[in-house]
């Protein structure tokens, strides 16, 4: 299972690589609110880069300061992009940003009471909700499919089930070494069908 895990791990990083040099190709094309979808690849692909030089060039043990950056980058880059296509209230972007300030802070002053798991499941909660109301608000006004709908209905998947994996992730300490390597490949399959979701979007793009 370690090596399924590797083998995925891989893919996920070339899809990721890829997707953030379509975005940059077709960001001039992008409108406005669209625009936020690259600044999120590009922040993933950032925090993923940043993992691989700590531990492979600078031989770092232990990265998990990056954790709580990586959850709340991610929080509010996929919210504000939200909150743009939605149209919401300037109030939103206040909740938001001390939101995703008390992401960053929460498991590192309340430890006893918050850890990183708890935070980012919050984070993903919310973040289904904003995915899916926007995908509801489309059906409901009856407009023609949006460009990114499909990346929207994919980033719902992946958040939906990562909440799931990360409640499993709970039960690690019974699990065996294969389970737990079974359980991160899963999730670096979802990755890439979400960041594949990306480059066909991009693809199909007309300028």
């Known amino acids: 299972m370690h090596s399924y895990f590797i083998t995925t791990w891989g893919i996920t990083n070339v899809l990721l690589l890829i997707s953030f040099i379509f975005g940059v190709f077709k960001y001039p094309a992008l409108r406005k609110d669209e625009k936020l979808y690259v600044f999120y690849i590009g922040f993933l692909l950032l925090i993923e880069a940043s993992t691989n030089f700590l531990t492979t060039i600078l031989g770092y043990k232990d990265t998990s300061f990056l954790y709580p950056i990586y959850i709340a980058g991610e929080f509010f880059l ?18 938001v940003f001390m939101l995703s300030v008390g992401f960053l802070i929460f498991n590192q002053i309340f430890s006893t009471y918050f850890n990183s798991d708890i935070v ?40 939906s089930v990562s909440v799931f994996i990360f409640i ?11 389970d737990y390597y079974a359980i991160l490949g899963t999730n670096n399959i979802l990755s890439s069908i979400l960041y594949g979701s990306f480059i066909y979007t991009f693809i199909k793009l007309k300028k």
């Open 78 to 95: 996929l919210t504000s992009l939200f909150i743009k296509k939605l149209n919401g209230s300037k109030y939103l972007w206040i909740v």
């Open 120 to 159: 980012k499941v919050t984070s993903n909660i919310i973040i289904i909700c904003f995915a899916g109301y926007t995908l509801l608000q489309q059906i409901k006004n009856g407009k023609s499919i949006n460009r990114f709908t499909l990346v929207d209905a994919c980033i719902f998947f992946y958040y």
């Open 168 to 178: 499993i992730q709970h039960q690690i300490a019974t699990l065996s070494e294969d």
